[in-house]
Every structure is written in C-alpha cells, then in structure tokens.
C-alpha cells in the first residue's frame, strides 16, 4: 500500500497544476477577504452595515470569525478540485491504465489517492486560512476595528477551518472517483459551489418545512466545521454542529468514492 501511496503523491506533486490552483486559491480568498472586511471596518463611513449586523455595536469577535471563515465559505473550490483532478487526470491522459496493471487492487487506489490528497489539502487549508487572517485583519486595522486574534474563539476557528479545507479535498477525491470526465468535473464543481448551492441554500430559507434541510448541504457542512458562516449571518439557515458537519461532509466523500468504485472503477478501463 506505501508504494501506491507514493506513487499518487508523486502524480500530483509533478504537475505544475496543484500550485497553479493554489495561487489561484490566495487571489480569491485575498479579494474576498479583504472586500467584505473593508465593507465592515468602513460601514460607519459609508453608510452601511457590511457584514449583517456589522458597524457600531456588533460583537467584534463575531464579525471576526464571520470575515476570517470566508476561506471555506468561498474558498473550498480549490482543495476540493486538487482531489477530483488527482483522480480525473488519469482518465484524461490514459495513465490509469498503467496505474491498474501495477496495483490491480481498484479498492487500494481510491484509498491511496484519498491518503495522497491530504498534504496538498493540507497546504490548500493553511495558506487559504492564512490569507483570509492576513487581509482580512488587514482590513479591521485599517479601520480602526479589533482583529479578534486574541480570542480563543477566533483560533478556534481558523484551526476548525483548516480541517474543514482539508476534509473538501477528499470530497474532491470521491466526486472525481464518481464523475471521471475531467472537463466535466470542472464545470460541475464551478457551478454548483459558485452558483447552484449558494441559490439554493437562500432558496430553502425562505420555504419554511424545508428551511433546516439546507445545513445538510455540503458547503454548509463546511462552514458548521469552522462554526461560522457569511451565508448563515445573511439569514440563510443556521448551522450543524462542528462534529456533524465534519461527518456530513465525510460522508459526501465515502458516498461518492462507492458510487464510481461501483459504477466506474469496477468496468473495464480500456
């Protein structure tokens, strides 16, 4: 099993494409962070409330973790991409075939791919977060905000962030194991977490015997692991528990792993 693993981690770490994303991944948690920061620092000047319930006399700690959870709340595209292209690539190129005359185990590859994925979704998880901290208490300094950073809420957090990015990189891995046609995945993935989720989670909020059903959506089961939301501070439904949110979100990835090991990866690849 330790040679298949490593034989995956070389996959990934010898394509340019993970750093790329990765570089993508700062751009976007930058600008995200630090508009909706800056909307609240400077919500008094511009006549605004930036963040719901931001400005004068909201909890300064609250608002902090709302801007410094923004990297899972719109981040999460980018770990969980790693992990689906970590699967679609060898569908793309040919190079599964290779990869099951060598380790004939279709069972032992998903699992080595979902072990590999884990550092990279790692990487993705600590710098996103960190990026997001990075302007986004940029952003409260400037307008002469508290930052939060010396609450234990806040670290709480940014740590439960980071194990919310890294669990999307293996949600990657069983949605790639599921749907292997690369060009697919990508435009599957960009809609629903940048379009189809988030309209559809404000859609649910406002019908009221089904407004609890979108917690178990997967990008409010990331956010329930950090244990704060942008979309949940807009009214749209309230959160699970960390934990539950960290087993929904896992159970996405095991669902969807069975399903092509079923479906795809038991067929003949050739």
């Not at 963040?51 to 004068?56: L, M, N, S």
């Not at 692991?225 to 896992?250: K, N």
Request: one cysteine or more; hydrophobic letters at 55%.
């Amino acid at each position: 099993m330790s040679a298949v693993i490593s034989s995956e981690l070389r996959k990934i770490r010898s394509t340019r494409l993970w750093w790329v994303l990765l570089w993508c991944m700062v751009a976007g948690v930058a600008f995200m962070t630090a508009a909706i920061g800056f909307s609240y620092a400077f919500a008094d000047e511009i006549g605004g409330s930036g963040v719901e319930g931001g400005g004068a006399g909201a909890d300064p700690v609250a608002t902090a973790q709302i801007i410094y959870s923004l990297p899972v709340s719109f981040g999460y595209v980018f770990p969980v991409m790693v992990g689906a292209l970590a699967v679609t690539a060898e569908f793309r190129h040919r190079t599964i075939d290779t990869t099951l005359l060598l380790e004939p185990s279709r069972a032992k590859v998903i699992g080595a791919k979902f072990i590999a994925v884990i550092p990279f979704a790692l990487i993705y998880a600590i710098v996103g977060v960190s990026t997001g901290v990075a302007m986004g208490a940029g952003a409260l300094m400037l307008g002469g905000e508290p930052t939060g950073l010396g609450s234990a809420d806040i670290w709480r957090t940014l740590g439960m962030s980071v194990v919310a990015l890294t669990a999307w990189g293996l949600v990657g891995v069983g949605f790639g194991t599921a749907l292997t046609n690369q060009v697919v995945v990508i435009v599957v993935l960009l809609g629903w977490t940048q379009l189809v989720e988030p309209i559809v989670r404000f859609a649910l909020a406002l019908i009221e015997p089904l407004a609890g059903a979108g917690r178990f959506m997967p990008g409010a089961a990331g956010e329930a692991i950090a244990g704060a939301s942008f979309y949940s501070t807009a009214g749209v439904g309230d959160l699970l528990a960390p934990w539950a949110g960290l087993l929904v979100l896992l159970g996405y990835a095991l669902i969807a792993a069975i399903i092509g090991w079923l479906i795809t990866f038991r067929k003949d690849i050739s």
